[in-house]
């Protein structure tokens, strides 16, 4: 299956650690990758192939992953975190996005 | 830097015809595929498909086939969507990105992600 599945809304407190998860068939073999997007902007790459962060990225957010399903977490969530999350992975052609997670910092 | 500078908003009538331009710079603009994603109104991000600037090779995602055209003038460092029919259900935001990819040398093979993005272009269809 093409389809990749996230929670539609999580929440965290101000500090606490929340994890957005992302099951499909398709990360069995191959790895997530996660997108931030804030109202009105365009999505910024957050965690590439599984667990890497790009320049720029805090180090509160970590990337894992495990059979079917792949996590991005943040440890310690700060006010500025509150966005959607999508999560992308593909097969031999073509890509999909899961349909996002709306996280809201409490 | 690396930067994609996508053409303006667009209003347009069903039935008409439109082109978005994506620009990209700092980089090796031929050497990178660029990705098209929309996003319709208060909803998730769609891959449309892909084109590689070098030699245009393109791939579609299915539920874009035949509706979209993408098309590249590497000298210019450009990418571009097209449509010779809109309808009012192309209203949505569109991005481009620039493909990139990681080897994971451990066995995880390849790894395709966009690491950089257009600020989008908003297209409005409306009669």
């Known amino acids: 299956s093409s389809e990749l599945t996230q929670e539609p809304a999580v929440s965290a407190a101000l500090g606490q650690t929340v994890s957005i998860t992302c099951q499909g068939d398709s990360l069995r073999s191959n790895f997530a990758s996660w997108y931030q997007q804030k109202p009105g902007q365009a999505p910024v790459l957050v965690m590439y192939?599984?667990?890497n962060r790009p320049s720029g990225i805090p180090d509160r957010f970590s990337g894992a992953s495990s059979g079917d399903t792949a996590s991005l977490t943040i440890t310690g969530a700060q006010a500025e975190d509150e966005a959607d999350y999508f999560c992308s992975s593909r097969d031999n052609t073509h890509v999909f996005f899961g349909g996002g997670t709306r996280l809201t910092v409490l | 830097d690396v930067q994609l500078v996508q053409s303006g908003a667009e209003v347009k009538k069903p039935g008409g015809s439109l082109r978005i331009s994506c620009q990209g710079s700092g980089y090796s603009f031929a050497n990178y595929y660029i990705a098209w994603v929309r996003q319709m109104p208060g909803k998730g991000l769609e891959w449309m498909g892909i084109?590689?600037?070098?030699?245009?090779?393109?791939k579609y995602s299915p539920s874009f086939q035949g509706h979209v055209t993408f098309s590249a003038d590497k000298s210019i460092n450009t990418a571009y969507l097209q449509w010779s029919s809109l309808k009012a259900s192309d209203t949505a935001i569109y991005f481009c990105?620039?493909?990139?990819?990681?080897?994971?040398?451990?066995?995880?093979?390849?790894?395709?992600?966009?690491?950089?993005w257009g600020q989008g272009t908003l297209v409005t269809v409306s009669s």
């Open positions: 084109i590689y600037p070098d030699d245009s090779d393109t």
């Open positions: 990105a620039r493909r990139t990819y990681y080897y994971d040398t451990t066995g995880g093979g390849y790894s395709y992600y966009f690491d950089y």
């Open positions: 192939a599984k667990d």
